[in-house]
C-alpha cells in the first residue's frame, strides 16, 4: 500500500478535473477499489466543468434490460451499490475543491498484489512499441511477456494481455474501415509512387466490388525476367476471415532459393477467375510466358492454361497426384508392398516413351487394374506428370509445388486468418523481404569465398567460375556419380558419336549423343533439359574431351 497516497479530505483543491481524477485513483489503488466518471454538470453557455462526481465502480445496480432473454452467457454482475465517492466542485477562483466524501465500501477491497488488476488501473500507453512488435509480426503474448519483463513485473505494466489485444483489435478494426474506404487502392497508388515499376489489377464485379487482386513490384518484374521459365502456382492457403484463396507466383533464383514474381487474391478459384489471373499475370511481364508451369490437379485451373498460356508446358504437381493416388488406391498401397515402387517408377524411372507404356500396361495387368476408372482419368494426363513426357521442358528440378507450400508455411509465421487485407499485405512485403535477403547473404557469400573443389580437374574448376556454390555442388555430384559409370560401346556416324553409359549401381544404360559440328551433348535421361546441369552420363561419355561447360545440347 502507497503510503505516500493521502485519504481525501473536504476542502482539497485540485488544479484540473483530471488532478482530481488522477488523486482519486491513486488512492483507489492505495485502498483496493476501481473508480469512475459519475454525475456531472456544465455551464450551458460556456462548456467549463462546474462539478464532478467520482464513484467506486461497484456503485449502483445493473439495470434492466429487455434485450436479457436473449442472452446465452450473461456477464457477471459487478455492481453492489457501494456509496464511497469524492465530489468536486470548481471555486470562484478556478480551483476544484472536494465538498463530499464517503470512504466506506460494502464489497472486499482488492489486496495490493491485485490492485493492478483493477479497471481504472489499466490503461494502455505503449502504443508505438506495441505497433512495432505487432508490425513485425511479434505475437501479443510474446510482446506482453516482454513489456512485462521490462516494467519489473505485471503490476507494474498498468495493463493486462486483454487490453492489449483489445488495442490491436481496435486498431485493425479502424484498418479495415479505412480499407473499405478504398484504402486497397489508396495502398497500391502509394506503392507506385515509391517504385514506379510497381504493377496491380483489380477486378470488380458488376456491383463494383472487388473480386480479384493481382500485383508485382518492380523487383518481381526483374526477377521473373531472369529465373521467370519455371513457375509454380498454387492456392491452398487461405489468407482471412472470408477464405480468399492467395495465389503467389514463385520460381528458383540462381541459388535455388524459392522467388516469388507475383501474387494474388482471389474471390473464387473458378476458370474465369484463373483466366483473368493468368492474362494479368503476362500483361505485368511484358506478355512473357513461363516456359512451364507446375500446379495441383485443379480442373478450372488447368482449363485456364489451356486457354491463356498457349506457348506454355503444363506440369502436375507430382506430389499432389502421389497424394491423390494414396487416396484413391489405399487398398493396393496397404495391401502390396511392391504396388508403390512400380507406380514410382512409372513415374519417374524411363527415358522412352515405350518404356513407360510397357511398364504400366505391366503394372495394370499385375494388380488386375482394367476397370479402375480414377487411373484411367490419370494416364489420359500422362504427358502432364510421367518424367518422361517432361524431360524435354525445362523444370529446373522441380517436380512439384512443394515450394509453394513451404511459402504458404512461412506465410503463417506472419499472418493469421482474422487480418484484414490491407494488414495482409504490409505482412506478405516482411515475408518477401526476409526471401530477397536470403538471395543478398548468398550473392555476398559466393564473391568472399570459392567452393572447396574436389577433384582438381579443369572442368570442376571451370564450373565453380560461373556456377553459384548451390550449382556447382549439384554439379560436382554428377561428375563424382560418373566416375561409377561404364562406356560400354561407342557408335560413331560422320559428325555424330553415340555413347552407351551403364550405371554399375542401378545396372540402368544411357545413351549420350555428342556432335562434333556444333559440340552440342545431349542425353537419354534429358537432365540438362530438364535440370539445367550436365548428367553424370555425359561427363562420363566426354570425360576426355570436356573441359568447359556446354551451354547447349542441340
Not at 489503488?29 to 464513484?55: E, N, P, Q
Not at 489486496?111 to 489499466?122: D, F, G, I, Y
Not at 487480418?419 to 526471401?435: A, P, S
Amino acid at each position: 500500500m502507497d503510503e505516500k497516497v493521502p485519504n481525501p479530505e473536504i476542502g482539497m483543491e485540485f488544479k484540473t478535473e483530471k488532478d482530481a481524477y488522477d488523486f482519486y485513483n491513486s488512492f483507489g489503488r492505495k485502498v483496493g477499489f476501481s473508480i469512475r466518471k459519475h454525475s456531472v454538470k456544465k455551464d450551458k453557455k460556456t462548456g467549463v466543468l462546474k462539478m464532478r462526481d467520482f464513484v467506486c465502480s461497484k456503485e449502483g445496480k445493473r439495470s434492466f434490460d429487455k434485450r436479457d432473454v436473449n442472452v446465452k452467457h450473461h456477464r457477471d454482475e459487478t455492481r453492489t451499490g457501494c456509496e464511497a465517492h469524492m465530489k468536486i466542485r470548481l471555486g470562484v477562483d478556478g480551483k476544484y475543491r472536494v465538498t463530499d466524501i464517503k470512504i466506506d465500501h460494502n464489497h472486499i477491497l482488492a489486496s495490493p498484489e491485485e490492485a493492478h488488476l483493477l479497471r481504472s488501473q489499466r490503461k494502455f500507453t505503449q502504443e508505438v512499441v506495441a505497433d512495432n512488435c505487432d508490425n513485425a509480426g511479434i505475437k501479443p503474448k510474446a510482446t506482453y511477456d516482454f513489456m512485462t519483463k521490462q516494467a519489473g513485473g505485471r503490476q507494474n505494466v498498468g495493463y493486462n494481455l486483454v487490453d492489449y489485444k483489445n488495442y490491436l483489435r481496435t486498431k485493425r478494426v479502424k484498418a479495415m474501415k479505412k480499407f473499405d474506404d478504398e484504402g486497397l487502392l489508396i495502398f497500391f497508388k502509394r506503392k507506385q509512387a515509391e517504385d514506379p515499376m510497381f504493377f496491380y489489377c483489380i477486378q470488380f464485379d458488376v456491383q463494383d466490388c472487388i473480386t480479384n487482386i493481382f500485383w508485382a513490384d518492380g523487383r518481381m518484374i526483374l526477377d521473373y525476367e531472369r529465373f521467370g521459365d519455371v513457375i509454380c502456382f498454387d492456392t491452398t492457403y487461405k489468407t482471412n476471415e472470408y477464405g480468399r484463396p492467395f495465389a503467389p507466383f514463385i520460381g528458383v533464383n540462381h541459388h535455388r532459393q524459392t522467388v516469388i514474381f507475383g501474387a494474388a487474391l482471389l474471390y473464387d478459384e473458378t476458370i474465369d477467375s484463373f483466366r483473368w489471373l493468368f492474362r494479368t499475370f503476362c500483361d505485368a511481364m511484358c506478355r512473357k510466358e513461363p516456359q512451364t508451369i507446375l500446379t495441383d490437379q485443379d480442373k478450372a485451373m488447368s482449363n485456364a492454361i489451356k486457354i491463356e498460356l498457349l506457348g506454355t508446358v503444363h506440369r502436375i504437381c507430382v506430389w499432389h497426384m502421389f497424394q491423390n493416388a494414396c487416396k484413391h488406391l489405399s487398398h493396393l498401397f496397404c495391401s502390396s508392398k511392391s504396388f508403390g515402387n512400380d507406380f514410382s517408377r512409372c513415374v519417374y524411372d524411363f527415358d522412352e516413351e515405350h518404356e513407360f507404356l510397357e511398364a504400366w500396361e505391366r503394372m495394370i495387368m499385375k494388380y488386375n487394374l482394367t476397370d479402375n476408372i480414377w487411373l484411367q482419368q490419370l494416364f489420359n494426363e500422362k504427358e502432364k506428370w510421367a518424367l518422361v513426357y517432361g524431360k524435354n521442358s525445362f523444370c529446373a528440378d522441380m517436380k512439384s509445388t512443394q515450394r509453394c507450400e513451404s511459402l504458404n508455411k512461412d506465410l503463417k509465421k506472419y499472418l493469421h486468418p482474422g487480418q484484414n487485407i490491407i494488414r495482409f499485405f504490409e505482412h506478405f512485403e516482411r515475408l518477401v523481404d526476409d526471401r530477397r535477403n536470403a538471395e543478398l547473404e548468398a550473392n555476398f557469400k559466393m564473391t568472399q569465398s570459392s567452393p572447396i573443389i574436389t577433384f582438381p580437374v579443369s572442368i570442376l574448376k571451370h564450373a565453380a567460375s560461373v556456377y553459384t556454390p548451390t550449382i556447382f555442388k549439384l554439379f560436382q555430384a554428377e561428375f563424382g556419380d560418373s566416375l561409377d559409370q561404364i562406356v560400354e560401346q561407342v557408335d560413331e556416324s560422320g559428325r555424330v558419336r553415340k555413347y552407351q553409359v551403364l550405371n554399375r549401381r542401378n545396372q540402368s544404360l544411357h545413351i549420350v549423343t555428342v556432335d562434333s559440328m556444333d559440340e552440342s551433348i545431349t542425353c537419354s535421361c534429358r537432365k540438362f533439359e530438364f535440370m539445367g546441369i550436365l548428367c553424370s552420363h555425359a561427363l562420363k561419355a566426354t570425360n576426355h574431351t570436356l573441359t568447359n561447360i556446354p551451354t547447349s545440347t542441340s
